[in-house]
């Protein structure tokens, strides 16, 4: 039940490849309001989600890189079914918040 963001966050798994490192991964703390957590899927993972909600639509419209399978790792919520799944990222994001944020 956990989403992928949040569990990112609290592993410290690093997300951010290039970019700094989860400074800027959530940066609305997981509120379906920014694209910074912007995740792309392997097609089979992404079929077994339910389909995206209007606003996570509308958030990934922002998102540098979509893709067909593109989702927002807040709203991908993880269970027993995607167990060994895989994610990657972006080669970059656009974040609104200013430099050296922080979620909670």
């Known amino acids: 039940g956990q989403d992928l963001m949040r569990l990112a966050h609290e592993n410290d798994v690093e997300l951010e490849g290039i970019r700094k490192l989860l400074s800027i991964l959530g940066a609305c703390e997981g509120a379906c309001a920014c694209s910074t957590c912007h ?3 392997d097609k089979d993972v992404y079929d077994k989600l339910p389909p995206p909600a209007i606003e996570e639509e509308d958030m990934l419209d922002l998102a540098f890189g979509l893709t067909p399978t593109s989702r927002l790792g807040c709203q991908v919520k993880l269970t027993k079914g ?3 799944m ?3 990222l ?3 994001t656009r974040n609104m918040a200013v430099d050296g944020y922080k979620p909670k």
């Open 39 to 41: 995740v792309i899927l």
């Open 82 to 84: 995607l167990d060994g």
């Open 90 to 92: 972006p080669k970059a």
């Open 86 to 88: 895989r994610a990657q």
